[in-house]
């Protein structure tokens, strides 16, 4: 079946560090992946997104590499500031027959201190 | 609308009452999905509509769980005699095409005590 993993938080940086979120997936076929990202009182907004092997979704400074041969999709920035904290989510989405929806990784939460 | 509305945001039920989810989508979206998303979990998927037809209810959890849309834009989702396990956020997405990229309202929190 189809399924994210990603690690587990919190995860808490200074102003200015390096961030790295890993995204492990599991699906049959040739899925899109997606990050996800839900700042605090908001609903979850699209972030970036590859469709397909070798493709870099970038937004905000935030990139993702979709790497077939390792089945991941992290998510990196060079630089984070104290607005980038919020809860970001790994999914994919399969679509099939009569399947096609997002499938969630549990969520990684950032925190950045000034 | 200039987003995806839900309503109410926030609703506490006794154990055994029904409730009832409101959920507007971008106008024009074709595409309804219907996410659950327990606390400190990923949103896991209910049901998905295509215009005004269900399509796949494939992820509701009983059949407590029941999704309607039937003139194809507004949707609700009702649960029946609800349990302490149905706390949780409801999320609604819209889309103007199953695969493309999915606009999330904020939720309705429900708590059931």
């Known amino acids: 079946g189809n399924s994210v993993t990603q690690m587990e938080g919190p995860v808490t940086l200074s102003e200015e560090a390096f961030l790295t979120i890993n995204c492990t997936y599991t699906?049959?076929?040739?899925?899109?992946l997606f990050w996800y990202v839900q700042y605090p009182g908001e609903g979850l907004q699209l972030l970036l997104k590859a469709t397909k092997a070798d493709d870099k979704g970038s937004n905000k400074g935030f990139e993702a590499t979709y790497r077939k041969e390792t089945t991941s999709f992290h998510l990196e920035k060079g630089s984070v500031q104290v607005s980038d904290s919020a809860v970001y989510f790994c999914?994919?989405?399969?679509?099939?027959?009569?399947?096609?929806?997002?499938?969630f990784g549990k969520g990684t939460k950032l925190s950045v201190k000034p | 609308g200039a987003g995806v509305s839900q309503s109410p945001r926030y609703k506490v039920a006794k154990r055994g009452q029904d409730v009832a989810l409101r959920c507007d989508p971008i106008?024009?979206?074709?595409?309804l999905f219907w996410y659950q998303q327990a606390l400190g979990q990923g949103p896991e998927f209910l049901t998905y509509?295509?215009?005004?037809?269900?399509?796949?209810k494939s992820g509701l959890p009983s059949d407590r769980f029941f999704a309607e849309r039937p003139e194809g834009s507004v949707s609700t989702l009702k649960i029946q005699r609800t349990q302490q396990e149905d706390s949780a956020v409801y999320l609604c997405?819209?889309?103007?095409?199953?695969?493309?990229?999915?606009?999330f309202g904020q939720g309705t929190r429900l708590t059931v005590v």
């Open positions: 997405a819209s889309s103007r095409d199953r695969a493309d990229e999915a606009f």
């Open positions: 509509f295509q215009n005004e037809a269900q399509l796949d």
């Open positions: 106008s024009g979206h074709v595409s």
């Open positions: 699906a049959t076929g040739y899925p899109s």
């Open positions: 999914a994919l989405f399969n679509y099939g027959g009569s399947q096609g929806n997002l499938i």
